[in-house]
């Protein structure tokens, strides 16, 4: 009979080494290619040329001082004009393109009352529902019996009862772009930043591919 001991003794010379096993699992798995790491484009700030050289954005808003969301917008619109888009968590993280930091050139004009009725009806087509109830409230869209068909019955429920209102409305009259009661916000100050950045890349072009080098003399040497 043999012994317990040398059964294991014998079981382990049977049992292949870890870098045997390392070599044959190597050998049959194929790793992916090391990824290469992206360059990181910074963000550029604004010089007092560029700066001369962008178009002033006028935004009227539409704005109700009771009403918190209107408040918040009417903040976010000051913090624009010191600097956008805000500074991200990492400083170092890479972007897909080339982004000029900086304020907006931004003239607000606040209105704190509800808009006219020739003003409801030019603000009509800048919504994408082209409704005069999409700017109430969702609440008041479900509650109000009669929904507006015109741009005066719009006008005198707003004027009898601003609460159905969804404020505020932030309007860019020049480019024909509203935001109503917060919504798509963001989205035109990122118009804004798009139209500087065009702006700002005839000023300062991304660098493109170094040129040729020029081609050498010809040498006779018969």
Request: with cysteine; charged share 25%; net charge positive.
């Amino acid at each position: 009979m043999f012994s317990r001991r040398l059964i294991r003794c014998a079981l382990a010379q049977l049992r292949p080494s870890p870098s045997v096993l390392a070599h044959s699992y190597s050998s049959r798995i194929r790793l992916p290619p090391p990824r290469q790491k992206k360059p990181v484009k910074l963000a550029l700030p604004l010089t007092d040329e560029m700066w001369a050289a962008i178009e002033p954005t006028t935004f009227t808003v539409f704005h109700n001082p009771v009403h918190a969301t209107s408040m918040q917008v009417l903040r976010a619109l000051e913090t624009a004009r010191l600097e956008f888009p805000p500074p991200p968590r990492n400083p170092t993280s890479s972007v897909a393109a080339k982004i000029y930091r900086g304020p907006l050139k931004l003239e607000i004009v606040v209105q704190k009352r509800v808009p006219t009725v020739d003003e409801f009806r030019a603000l009509l087509p800048f919504q994408a529902s082209h409704s005069y109830s999409g700017f109430m409230t969702t609440v008041a869209q479900a509650t109000v019996r009669e929904t507006p068909t015109n741009a005066q019955a719009m006008g005198d429920l707003v004027k009898r009862k601003p609460k159905l209102l969804d404020w505020p409305l932030v309007v860019d009259w020049e480019h024909g772009e509203c935001s109503i009661g917060g919504r798509s916000f963001l989205g035109l100050l990122k118009s804004t930043a798009n139209r500087r950045r065009k702006v700002l890349r005839k000023i300062d072009p991304e660098p493109g591919p170094p040129a040729a080098p020029p081609p050498a003399e010809w040498i006779d040497y018969d």
